[in-house]
């Protein structure tokens, strides 16, 4: 059981999921294949974007879409810039007893977050967008993503989502948000 089960439903079948039911097959997925839930990367121009972003001397609230139960990633940024930065990590499912001090994980659905408007400088995602599986929930996503990005904020996220049958909603919908948005 995994991400692609969820895919076949939802694509092929038709089937809308839930929330609890996609966070019942991620937890499944998670207890099978745990080196793989927990990703250890991010993307590099999280770094760059920091960075650039430090010179005005105020804290960076940067959040990981898709942290993985512990938010391995996350906490590798958080290790790297310290107090510069607020770091938080989303995820269907969480382990708190894995939690790195200093980051904040919330359980959650990236087509209804848990953060108020504008709250972070920096989104991003590694290969999370592909499993919205509709032009409806990827559509969502990014309307939550732009909701959670203060004014000037960015949002990193994978080429993945160009892959497949929702390329083109996904450069559709890209057109519409503008330039917040980055590879």
Same mark, same amino acid.
């Given at each position: 059981?995994? /991400? ?12 809308? $999921? ?15 294949? /745990?080196? +793989? ?13 920091? =960075? %650039? ?6 804290? !960076?609230? !940067? ?19 310290? =107090? %510069? ?11 708190? %007893? ?6 904040? +994980?919330?359980?959650?659905? +990236?087509?209804?977050? /848990? ?9 991003? @995602?590694?290969?999370? $967008?592909?499993?919205?599986?509709? @032009? ?29 049958? $929702? ?12 330039? @917040?948005?980055?590879?």
């Amino acid at each position: 059981i995994g /991400p692609e089960v969820m895919g076949a439903l939802e694509v092929t079948k038709g089937i809308e $999921l839930t929330e609890d039911e996609e966070r019942i097959f991620w937890n499944i997925f998670q207890a099978q294949n /745990p080196d +793989l839930s927990n990703r250890a990367r991010y993307p590099a121009q999280v770094d760059s974007i920091i =960075e %650039a972003k430090r010179q005005t001397g105020s804290r !960076i609230n !940067i959040l990981d879409i898709g942290c993985g139960p512990d938010g391995v990633a996350i906490s590798k940024i958080k290790i790297k810039y310290g =107090e %510069a930065i607020e770091a938080h990590g989303l995820d269907l499912s969480i382990n708190h %007893a894995g939690q790195h001090p200093g980051v904040n +994980l919330e359980q959650g659905n +990236l087509r209804s977050m /848990p953060f108020l408007d504008e709250t972070f400088v920096v989104a991003y @995602e590694s290969g999370v $967008l592909v499993y919205a599986h509709n @032009e409806a929930k990827l559509r969502k996503s990014f309307q939550e993503i732009t909701r959670i990005l203060k004014p000037g904020g960015q949002f990193v996220f994978s080429y993945k989502i160009f892959n497949g049958y $929702l390329a083109s909603s996904a450069f559709r919908i890209l057109k519409e948000y503008g330039s @917040e948005f980055r590879l």
